[in-house]
């Protein structure tokens, strides 16, 4: 479920925006923008919660600038390109695949209104783990940033550990060794936190509830969530979005980090363990 907010689209071509407007997700508003001018200025003040650009054709040029700002400027956004594949030279591909877009709408064949809508919560996905992965470099050291980020963008998967290990060519054991020695959380559980966050990220965007991030993110249903949130946060869902919901997971988690107090053996049990802040 896409956020109230608008979905910005640039070049502002009425032929597209009737087309976006076909197949944007329910509630949602359609912006037109000329250029990436006037759409810096409109992400500054707020209301937009994803932009689409249409790179190809005769305003490919200010599609690949569009991108590029808006990545640079405001690399938490996210961001897609809408493209005519079979009119676009392979260069201009190139040119898209380099913008930061995070995800690409292929014209006439991602139009349908669930394939479209399922490209949106994948970038929107991808887009929050960029600002967690930042909020978090201070804590996470350097070496296991990529982990970090490995399992922010997957946050709509339920990671397994030795799969997770092996992606980065250790055994678990090994991962879960430098988790505890840098005073992080053992794997299952930094996993968990890593989707807990993500799913925090979405439940701030207007229009999210618990049922529509848990669906996104594959948990049984919004009270799984809430429910998980509960047991690492402390907080109720209600009282979570007082704050912010990310700010608060986000402080737990780092008073878990701080604490020191991480389990010195990985359990071998299914069952999630209790972090120490939910204590």
Wanted: glycine letters at 6%.
């Amino acid at each position: 479920m896409l956020p109230e907010s608008g979905i910005a689209w640039v070049p502002a071509s009425s032929s597209t925006v009737v087309r976006l407007r076909a197949i944007a997700p329910p509630r949602s508003v359609v912006l037109p923008f000329a250029d990436e001018i006037d759409l810096l200025h409109a992400l500054t003040r707020g209301g937009v919660a994803l932009t689409v650009v249409e790179a190809g054709g005769s305003t490919h040029e200010l599609a690949v600038r569009t991108l590029r700002r808006v990545h640079e400027d405001f690399p938490q956004h996210p961001l897609i390109a809408w493209c005519d594949l079979n009119r676009m030279k392979s260069h201009q591909v190139l040119d898209v695949a380099r913008s930061g877009a995070q995800d690409i709408v292929r014209r006439d064949l991602d139009e349908l209104r669930h394939a479209f809508t399922r490209i949106l919560a994948s970038a929107t996905q991808r887009a929050v783990s960029v600002q967690i992965a930042i909020e978090l470099q201070d804590l996470v050291p350097r070496s296991l940033l990529p982990v970090l980020e490995y399992a922010l963008e997957r946050a709509n998967q339920h990671l397994e550990r030795n799969a997770v290990a092996a992606v980065f060519g250790v055994s678990r054991r090994t991962l879960h060794g430098r988790l505890i020695d840098n005073r992080l959380p053992p794997t299952r559980e930094f996993l968990t936190w890593c989707r807990l966050m993500v799913a925090s990220a979405l439940l701030d965007q207007p229009g999210h509830t618990l049922d529509s991030v848990a669906g996104q993110l594959d948990y049984g249903d919004g009270g799984v969530l809430g429910n998980s949130l509960r047991r690492y946060t402390g907080a109720g869902i209600n009282k979570l979005r007082d704050g912010g919901v990310l700010d608060a997971t986000m402080a737990a988690f780092r008073a878990t980090v701080e604490s020191g107090a991480n389990a010195e053996i990985e359990p071998e049990a299914d069952s999630l363990p209790v972090p120490s802040s939910a204590n």
